[in-house]
């Protein structure tokens, strides 16, 4: 049973992989809706200018088609995907999300929206952290790390 009615998150969703499937599984488990930011191709790579491997990035089309396809796939019907270009997305000017679900890693952006949110008189959010998701050699699961085996595999074709 839900906790809350709506829960929101964002991120890259970048060749959806098993760390984004355990935020989404989270937030489906914790609202009735889920309101999903996803970044623009401008601002996820802005986000990520070290990384020699982005132009394997997916583009936003196909994110957000394999993020939908996850979602229905679970049985989640009620939920919308909204582009985002900054990190707060529309955290701070939604007034009927109740909980927000995030990684170790983005926890610190959660408390600066609930401060934010709260200085603009909105109810702060319930936060749920969803720890990392290692790969079978104790690596963490991240889009960073298949876009570089992408590159790795093109490499020695």
């Not at 709506?6 to 935020?23: N, P, R, S």
């Not at 488990?29 to 930011?37: A, D, H, K, L």
């Not at 939604?94 to 200085?119: F, H, Q």
Request: charged content about 30%; glycine content about 6%.
């Amino acid at each position: 049973m839900p906790w809350v009615d709506e829960v929101i998150m964002g991120g890259t969703f970048d060749h959806l992989h098993q760390g984004h499937k355990a935020l989404l599984e989270a937030a489906i488990s914790m609202g009735n809706f889920i309101r999903v930011g996803i970044t623009t191709d401008e601002f996820a790579k802005s986000l990520r200018r070290s990384d020699s491997h982005l132009h394997l990035m997916q583009p936003l089309d196909i994110r957000i088609d394999k993020l939908e396809k996850y979602l229905q796939s679970r049985g989640c019907e009620k939920f919308e995907i909204i582009e985002i270009d900054d990190r707060y997305g529309f955290a701070l000017n939604s007034p009927d999300a109740e909980g927000i679900v995030v990684t170790e890693e983005t926890y610190p952006t959660a408390v600066d929206i609930n401060k934010l949110r709260s200085m603009n008189s909105i109810d702060q959010l319930l936060i749920l952290v969803i720890p990392f998701v290692f790969d079978d050699e104790g690596i963490i699961i991240s889009s960073r790390r298949i876009r570089q085996q992408l590159a790795e595999i093109t490499e020695k074709e």
